[in-house]
């Protein structure tokens, strides 16, 4: 059984560009959530995906956006970079929508906006 | 909105003494979940362990155990016999019983262990 993971682990940006973090959920797993974390605080909830829809979404503008996939694996893409967008974001995979609470986080993607 | 609280930025425990973490929150729903998590510095989110609101029953999971306390709108964890490897930063989180799994995070407790 494979964990979850995300790529790229590391990547810089410069301010007004455009960026996409992947996701590959765990096994038989068919919910994702995003969640951002910036320094020293605690994770954001940015949105969640069920079976290919958005069933959930944190207070995060529009140029936040994402996708799920027929295999579940997820994108998070974030358009026109601002500075407060460095953070890690983390990609958590869980089954069904209902809230066994059991969710299985990736180690992040740690995004620097110059 | 619901907010979680952790009071203590950072703790520490001299190895193999026991240590509490403090958690409050607050909600008006009836029906939710808490939970503490782990965040090792590898970055990945482990769970800890997990609390029903409507179970009175206190969570254990080997060295790790919650207090709840319902009315009072606490959570605090208890980690007896503390190892090197407990070292992490640690989260509490609420998660409304209905609805997209939106975990609320507290700003979490890093804690150190004193060999």
């Not at chain 1, 038989?28 to 069933?55: C, K, M």
């Not at chain 2, 790790?64 to 980690?79: M, P, T």
């Amino acid at each position: 059984e494979t964990g979850v993971t995300q790529s790229p682990t590391h990547l810089i940006k410069t301010r007004g560009q455009q960026v996409t973090l992947r996701c590959s959920s765990q096994s038989g797993h068919n919910t994702v959530s995003w969640y951002q974390q910036a320094l020293g605080q605690g994770p954001q909830f940015i949105f969640q995906y069920y079976r290919e829809e958005e069933n959930g979404r944190g207070n995060f503008p529009p140029r936040f956006s994402g996708l799920q996939f027929p295999n579940y694996s997820s994108e998070l893409n974030v358009n026109a970079l601002e500075l407060d967008d460095s953070a890690l974001y983390l990609c958590a995979s869980a089954i069904g929508s209902g809230n066994t609470g059991e969710l299985f986080f990736g180690e992040g993607s740690r995004l620097t906006v110059l | 909105a619901q907010t979680v609280t952790q009071s203590q930025p950072e703790m520490s425990v001299q190895e193999a003494e026991t240590v509490t973490l403090s958690c409050t929150y607050d909600t008006s729903e009836s029906d939710y979940y808490l939970f503490w998590y782990k965040q090792p510095p590898s970055r990945q989110m482990i769970l800890v362990i997990r609390q029903e609101a409507y179970k009175q029953q206190n969570a254990t999971e080997n060295r790790f155990s919650v207090n709840f306390q319902k009315a009072a709108k606490s959570f605090s964890l208890k980690i007896s016999d503390s190892q090197l490897g407990d070292a992490a930063m640690y989260f509490c989180a609420y998660l409304v019983g209905q609805g997209a799994q939106k975990l609320v995070f507290g700003q979490g407790t890093r804690l150190t262990i004193n060999p």
